[in-house]
């Protein structure tokens, strides 16, 4: 499976963006989606996930109530949509890949199966 994420750029505090991952060489719906984010001299940590089926969602304390993940099975696609945006959401954000579903409650994700090659998104204060 490859994943692209897109949709990143520069914006002010208080905007939004919503980032895209698009997967390509697999069957899509058999996989739990989350996405993930670096930001410079940090760790790559959790922000959200979603079941195969778009059921469920999981999001990180930080960005709960802000950010919200969606995925069209149809397209092949999950969706991050990030609101209320803050300097501190500045990272790269990386989509991912996985058939289980434990990494879903933000732990234990350093070994999901694919992962995509991130992109950047800049909120200036």
């Known amino acids: 499976v490859q994943l692209q994420a897109s949709g990143g750029g520069l914006v002010q505090a208080g905007g939004s963006l919503r980032l895209s991952c698009a997967a390509s060489g697999g069957t899509f719906s058999m996989y739990h989606m989350g996405w993930f984010r670096q930001a410079p001299g940090k760790e790559r940590v959790f922000v959200g996930g979603i079941r195969w089926n778009g059921g469920t969602t999981y999001y990180a304390d930080s960005v709960k109530g802000r950010f919200a993940i969606s995925r069209d099975n149809a397209k092949n696609t999950i969706y991050l949509q990030m609101n209320s945006l803050k300097p501190e959401d500045t990272a790269v954000y990386y989509c991912?890949?996985?058939?289980?579903?434990?990494?879903?409650?933000?732990?234990?994700?350093?070994?999901?199966?694919?992962w995509g090659k991130g992109t950047l998104v800049t909120v200036s204060s």
């Open positions: 991912a890949a996985d058939r289980t579903s434990s990494w879903l409650m933000g732990r234990n994700y350093k070994g999901m199966e694919y």
